[in-house]
């Protein structure tokens, strides 16, 4: 009987290894191409992630800066305007063949400083360029309000003091109900006798909203950004 045959010799398991033993084999040193990719990739996206959360901080923090200067500016022009009378002082506001004499500056006043009535600042623009627009931003003493460089300088355009730039303040002033201020009249409405809108009210005994709007446009602006609006009651 032939023992060999019933009883195989085993095969030399050193020269076949097992897939365990494959998996077990030491690597050698450095990265493939696959794990160079992932890290870059990986890498790529947490730099991304940092540069957009540092955009997004700067646009808040612009945004809130520009937000507290507009906010100053329509200020300054509130304080400028504080203790005003309605009309002007001298001549009033009264009717002429139906028409409100008075609104706006009166004859003479053609400088903010000659104003010296609320409805003398009815469209009036500070700063910029527009077709009327007057000098400025202006601020409570109705002065320039100046263009400062970062180490505080004054800037200068030859001898010339340069304005504080990109700003402008916008006056609007209309008449309002005394009683109900959500509804506007012309300026040469008055009712004589009391009726369902309310009581008799000469020209010039009507209330006021004043409403100052602050504007930024700068270089990467197309358009002016609203950055502060300013309303308050004269009644
Ligand atoms: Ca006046
Ligand atoms: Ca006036």
């Known amino acids: 009987m032939n023992n060999a045959r019933q009883h195989p010799e085993p095969t030399d398991v050193t020269t076949a290894p097992t897939p ?15 794990e160079c990719a992932l890290a870059m990739v990986i890498l790529g996206v947490g730099v991304l992630a940092v540069i957009e959360a540092q955009s997004a901080f700067f646009r808040a923090n612009e945004f809130s800066s520009l937000a507290a200067q507009g906010g100053y ?10 203790g005003l009378t309605k009309h002007d002082p001298v001549t009033g506001l009264f009717l002429q063949s139906g028409a409100a004499v008075g609104w706006g ?29 007057r000098p400025g931003p202006i ?14 300088n004054i800037e200068m355009n030859g001898a010339a003091q340069v304005a504080l730039r990109n700003w402008i303040q916008t006056v609007e002033v209309v008449k309002v109900e005394p009683t109900n201020s959500a509804t506007t ?13 309310g009581p008799a009210v000469r020209v010039d005994q009507l209330s006021m909203r004043v409403t100052v709007i602050v504007t930024y446009q700068g270089m990467d ?10 309303s308050w009651l004269v009644p």
């Open 20 to 34: 365990a033993a494959r998996r077990a084999r030491p690597r050698r040193g450095g990265f493939t191409l696959l």
């Open 221 to 230: 602006d197309a358009t002016p950004r609203e950055m502060a609006r300013l």
């Open 185 to 197: 009249r012309a300026p040469n409405y008055e009712r004589l006798t009391a009726n369902s809108d």
């Open 139 to 152: 601020d409570a003493r109705g002065q320039i309000i100046l263009q400062v460089d970062f180490d505080g």
């Open 73 to 82: 500016l329509a200020g300054e022009v509130r304080e400028r305007m504080r």
């Open 105 to 133: 500056p009166e004859t003479g006043e053609t400088m903010e400083a000659d104003f010296d009535d609320i409805d003398d600042y009815n469209g009036a623009i500070f700063g910029g360029s527009a077709t009327g627009a």
